[in-house]
């Protein structure tokens, strides 16, 4: 038992020795302050790290929320319904005020055609015919027709006047019924049947006035000739008893 004790001694100066050593090595040479450290010096170990953030989960986009339709109020109904009153009104207001502007156009584009309508059959100044006078022997010609036809038949007592109203216009206004025919020539070419027969009617009218003044011609030169003789004879029959 005596050698134990010697042998841990031996045993522990070495380990002494070494750890002696090792100290001496790493005494730091240069004194350490307690100054916040340079930015350029490495941080020390202790530091804390920054921590990385986590991207968060993407968020689910959120089921469309299916309202159920809400039925309508009175308030709606009645407002629906006075909309559709209103409506209706304006629209037959306007149509009748259209129809009624309409109706005007055409009543003032008939009397401005008939004005000009009865303005050109006016005989121009420098024709000298005047239509006051003028329209009343007319009219005093075609009363002594009914006059002088009032005793007979009917087609005579319509025809007359016509006849001598239309031969004292003709004579006494010849600018005007110029124009009155030639404004109703206007109007019959637009049925060519009517046309027609109006221009036979006035060639018919026409070769029997001519062979009327024809024939008159030829009665007036035999009448004339027959005068002619008897004034002969009786010159004769008067030279003779003298």
């Known amino acids: 038992m005596s050698f134990r004790p010697m042998f841990q001694r031996r045993a522990v100066a070495p380990v002494a020795a070494t750890l002696l050593a090792g100290g001496v090595a790493l005494y730091p040479r ?8 340079h930015e350029s010096q490495k941080k020390p170990i202790y530091d804390d790290f920054p921590t990385e953030k986590t991207p968060a989960p993407p968020s689910l986009p959120s089921p469309p929320s299916t309202s159920q339709p809400s039925s309508p ?18 629209a037959h207001c306007l149509a009748a005020e259209n129809s009624f502007n309409d109706f005007l156009s ?28 003028g329209g009343i022997y007319v ?8 006059i002088v036809s009032r005793n007979r038949g009917v087609i005579l007592r319509t025809t007359t006047p016509l006849a001598f109203g239309t031969v004292a216009a003709w004579t006494l206004l010849p600018v005007t ?3 009155v025919s030639d404004l109703i020539w206007e109007y019959e070419k637009r049925c060519p049947t ?5 221009l036979k009617i006035r060639e018919t009218a026409e070769n029997t006035w001519h062979t009327a003044v024809a024939h008159s011609a030829m009665t007036r030169a ?11 004879k009786l010159e004769e029959i008067v030279s003779k008893g003298l």
């Open 177 to 179: 019924m110029r124009n």
């Open 222 to 232: 035999r009448f004339e000739e027959k005068i002619g003789d008897a004034r002969k």
């Open 106 to 133: 055409r009543v003032l584009r008939i009397e401005n055609a008939f004005t000009d309508t009865v303005a050109s059959l006016k005989p121009s100044p420098e024709s000298g015919e005047r239509l006051m006078p």
């Open 194 to 198: 009517l046309a027609e027969q109006h």
């Open 139 to 146: 009219i005093v010609s075609a009363m002594a027709g009914s």
């Open 73 to 90: 109020t009175p308030t709606d109904i009645l407002t629906s319904q006075v909309r559709e009153a209103r409506l209706f009104l304006y």
């Open 30 to 37: 240069r004194t350490a302050f307690a100054e916040a450290p």
